[in-house]
């Protein structure tokens, strides 16, 4: 087993909980949850452990005290963003565009703002 970081699991399990599960999203497909996973991430402490050990020590801790509201307030704030700006539909818009005006220069733009959209999320985790 790897090194892996708890805060991202224990993430991605509260937003199935809380948001996933109860139809809290707007779109819940796989690129906005990532996103969504991204953003709060970068507002969390991360926690890393090594074994199923640590792994479930550190859980039983989270899970009692303040840190899962934490991850909970960081999801909703994020949730918030991606429902503003998702990801998916700005690339689905920037394709049409440049299908219908047909230009290089026009596909050229489109290719490098929609990568450099879908690239910030990921790059700040
Ligand atoms: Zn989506």
Redesign the pocket.
């Known amino acids: 087993m790897t090194v892996h970081n708890v805060t991202e699991m224990l993430v991605r399990e509260l937003l199935q909980d809380f948001f996933v599960k109860t139809n809290r999203l707007p779109?819940?497909?796989?690129?906005?949850?990532d996103d969504i996973v991204a953003l709060a991430l970068n507002g969390l402490p991360t926690r890393y452990a090594s074994s199923d050990i640590g792994e479930a020590y550190y859980k039983t801790q989270v899970l009692s005290s303040q840190v899962q509201s934490d991850i909970i307030r960081e999801l909703t704030l994020a949730a918030g963003i991606?429902a503003k700006r998702?990801?998916?539909?700005a690339s689905h818009e920037e394709q049409a565009a440049a299908t219908e005006e047909a230009a290089a220069v026009t596909t050229e733009v489109a290719a490098a703002e929609a990568s450099t959209k879908g690239d910030f999320a990921k790059d700040e985790s």
Do not use: I
């Open positions: 779109c819940a497909c796989e690129h906005c949850q991606v998702p990801h998916h539909d």
